[in-house]
């Protein structure tokens, strides 16, 4: 993992998790998730590069991580695509589709306490 010189983890270097209050509905070709614990939530369905990004994320690889694979995939740099792949991850985090793995690590240390 990569460190900025506070010691803290990067956003590049920042992993993300599926998070546990979600329902998935995978298909061939789309992905369809509800956040469950806000009324509010909507149904988020994830197609083409979308669905590349969150089939990435597994809650070890970071951003980084990521756009390289899907940089070779798409056959685009991994600068551009490592921008679009953090925007989107951002956009997932907000809905509550995803949350950081470090983050969700200390959480269920305190609840196991």
Partial sequence: ???GASGLLTASSRAWRKAA???????TS???LLELDHEESRPLVLTG?????????DGVSSQEDIARHL????????????EDV??????????????SAAEASVDAARRAS
Avoid: C, P
Wanted: without cysteine; negative net charge.
């Fill in 71 to 82: 940089a070779g995939a798409f056959n685009r740099g991994r600068a551009a695509i490592l």
């Fill in 86 to 99: 953090s925007a989107f991850l951002v956009q997932l985090a907000d809905a509550h589709i995803i949350v």
């Fill in 49 to 57: 590069s979308a669905l590349a990004v969150w089939n990435e994320i």
């Fill in 21 to 27: 209050s979600i329902a998935v509905i995978e298909e």
């Fill in 1 to 3: 993992m990569e460190y």
């Fill in 30 to 32: 789309k992905v369809t």
